[in-house]
């Protein structure tokens, strides 16, 4: 949970009004469409929201790792500890990926290289970022693996990742990303690969060294369940905007957006009876290259208006701390009040 | 110690006390490792399945769930004589399936279908979607004539959620969801009783995934259709399943119906991947202790001696590395295989 004192000082990431899009022959198609949000010291936010909907372009955007081209980061601010990182050069950048912001990705076959050795794709970062060689790094790498459950890390330095099952390579992942001590770790997607006992091992052991070492966890993911188990606040996301913000006991007890609603009612949940129909959202996912005008869930939702064809509502508070982008919001939570209890 | 589910009220399931539709029983599926250049020797054997038996009756939901290497796939595929069958028998409709030519196989597919979990790479992209989904129409005889065949398409489509229209689109013209759809469609076409879903929802987006979840319920009601529902994901099985069997290792190691499974789950293992599912309910969350396993799964080709699951087990005792144990009745209609497990 996040603290009064951290709520007070300023956010360690500040994300305005970021825009990204893709160039391609049919023309350019927007991933990320004005979003704004913070992550403070110490707490773990949730990016939640189904494919193509900007969750992974606004991570990448924030690393400045979007691929140009055909990605373009237009505007907006990406401020890391008061430093727009939209603005330093490559080799600044550089050192803020890896000592200010670890990222782990979900293929962890394809992150790690699979012709060095684990000990050498550790010490890598020591070097660049920590001037760290030889047996001083060597040791440091072994206890990098020893910190996330990986047993006989001196020998286990000399192996290569095919040597590894797909739970350890993650475990890597980690104490590669963890190796400098960065202030946040963007985990996207990190545990879809992995099978639902070795996920809950990977899941626990990155909140216990983030909680341990204070560090500021992002968790982009598409599964609800994770963000409620881990997260203190999330974002909902939909066609490139966030559509609504919150706690996580706000955003899953009291949602107001009809999307965060018809996410929540589409799973199947072993904490309802299972003989509940499932009240899935209608219709399809918009195709980002052709968004409808208005707002771009309105073709779906259940309480769209004729304002909604036409205008795009904007975030706006609705509890302390909740945020949500909805004319019809309160009609929206008042009827999920009625219909949950 | 075990997650509790307050809610309990579970599908009903379908009368179960004619002949079953299908009956495995004693399935093995062996894969033998070959060594050597010119004369190959058998080195090892993986067994993918190794023993394996249920029952499906018809109108029911077996959901067969496991984590990858568990041997579901391999065990679907034995059952509809996709691959090498080995041993065992799989009985269905009353007949002896193994060792069934393939040309007398085929007059049997046509009762079951399969739908399977890409639904990018399972539709032919050169041909329309309407032959795709006609195809078994025209391999099983089942069109009279081009207008009957060209009006069962369009109602098969509709049937699926897709309008009649679309027959004439390419697989690329079609979202996911739909894709997936189409794959029912084909599925459906040839009027089977068994349907096997391989994974079928679970490359989908969870809106998506939720229409397909109802759309296969609304089907079953209406065919009256027996499904053989494979996944990992088990809030999904639970919705839809009315038995339950839980796969480690190749072997089934608890089986139950839905309800019991996941009121009362009896092997560490299903109490531990029980508990391994987060819900989307942050308060209920973060109140639950949670059975996190130790290490990785064995590796099929080196097994564990005794049980399969004594290395990552947290109540295994020295005798569970010395004796397999065999599923034992320790409810009414559960199943467990486990020395130290224990029912009423």
């Known amino acids: ?341 | 110690m075990t997650s509790t589910i307050s809610a309990s009220q579970e599908l009903d399931a379908p009368n179960r006390s004619g002949e079953p539709l299908l009956s495995v029983r004693d399935l093995q599926v062996h894969f033998p490792l070959k060594r050597g250049f010119i004369v190959q020797r058998e080195v090892a054997r993986v067994k993918a399945v190794d023993g394996v038996s249920f029952d499906i009756y018809p109108g029911e939901t077996l959901g067969l769930v496991g984590e990858s290497g568990s041997g579901k796939t391999t065990a679907a595929k034995a059952v509809i004589q996709l691959n090498n069958p080995g041993n065992g028998s799989v009985k269905f409709e009353g007949q002896e399936l193994v060792g069934l030519s393939s040309s007398a196989m085929r007059p049997v597919r046509r009762k079951m279908g399969m739908v399977f979990q890409d639904p990018y790479g399972s539709l032919n992209p050169r041909m329309r979607a309407g032959d795709i989904v006609g195809e078994p129409l025209k391999v099983h005889g089942l069109a009279d004539s081009r207008d009957d065949y060209r009006e069962q398409v369009s109602s098969l489509l509709t049937t699926v959620g897709l309008s009649p229209a679309m027959a004439e689109r390419y697989p690329n013209e079609f979202s996911g969801g739909q894709r997936q759809r189409l794959g029912v469609a084909r599925a459906i076409a040839a009027r089977p009783s068994l349907l096997i879903l391989d994974e079928s929802v679970s490359a989908l987006d969870v809106s998506i995934q939720a229409q397909i979840l109802n759309l296969l319920q609304d089907l079953q009601d209406q065919y009256n259709l027996a499904y053989l529902f494979i996944a990992h994901d088990l809030s999904v099985v639970r919705h839809i399943s009315h038995r339950v069997a839980v796969m480690y290792l190749g072997k089934i190691v608890e089986t139950a119906d839905a309800k019991d499974l996941y009121e009362r789950p009896l092997h560490p293992y299903t109490q531990a991947l029980l508990s391994a599912i987060p819900t989307p309910n942050p308060v209920h969350e973060r109140s639950r202790e949670r059975i996190i396993l130790r290490g990785d799964l064995p590796s099929p080709l080196d097994p564990p001696p005794g049980c399969g699951f004594s290395t990552r087990c947290p109540i295994a005792t020295d005798i569970c590395s010395q004796s397999v144990p065999e599923l034992r009745t320790l409810a009414p209609n559960q199943q467990a295989a486990c020395l130290l497990a224990q029912g009423d």
């Open chain 1, 1 to 341: 949970m996040t603290t009064d004192s951290r709520a007070t000082s300023s956010p360690l990431l500040q994300v305005r009004d970021l825009r990204t899009s893709f160039n391609t022959p049919e023309g350019k198609i927007p991933a990320v469409s004005g979003v704004s949000f913070d992550v403070n010291h110490g707490e773990t936010l949730g990016l939640v929201g189904e494919s193509g909907c900007g969750k992974s372009v606004s991570a990448l955007s924030i690393m400045r790792l979007v691929p140009n081209p055909p990605g373009v980061i237009e505007s907006g601010e990406v401020l890391f500890e008061g430093i727009d990182l939209l603005k330093i050069s490559d080799k600044e950048m550089q050192s803020v990926r890896g000592a200010g912001i670890g990222m782990i990705f979900q293929e962890p076959m394809s992150s790690l290289n699979p012709v060095l050795t684990i000990g050498r794709q550790i010490t890598e970062p020591l070097g660049v970022h920590l001037g760290l060689s030889g047996a001083a790094a060597e040791s440091r790498a072994a206890e990098l693996l020893e910190m996330v459950g990986i047993a006989d890390s001196r020998r286990r330095l000399g192996d290569h990742p095919h040597q590894l099952s797909g739970g350890q390579r993650q475990r890597v992942m980690i104490a590669i990303a963890l190796s400098c001590e960065p202030k946040l770790l963007i985990a996207d997607e990190a545990t879809t690969a992995l099978d639902v006992t070795i996920q809950a091992q990977i899941l626990e052991l990155m909140k216990n060294l983030t909680t341990q070492l204070g560090t500021a966890l992002m968790i982009i993911t598409h599964n609800l369940g994770i963000i409620a188990r881990y997260a203190d606040r999330l974002n909902v996301m939909y066609a490139g905007k966030i559509r609504e913000s919150g706690t996580a006991e706000q955003v899953y007890m009291s949602p107001s957006h009809p999307y965060t609603v018809g996410l929540l009612n589409s799973v199947p949940r072993l904490d309802r009876p299972a003989s509940e129909r499932l009240d899935p959202i209608e219709g399809e996912i918009p195709d980002p290259a052709n968004l409808p005008a208005g707002c771009a869930f309105a073709p779906r939702c259940r309480w769209a208006t004729a304002k909604c064809e036409v205008s795009e509502p904007v975030l706006e508070q609705v509890e302390d701390r909740q945020l949500v982008a909805c004319f019809e919001s309160k009609t929206v939570s008042e009827s999920v009040e009625i219909a949950w209890q």
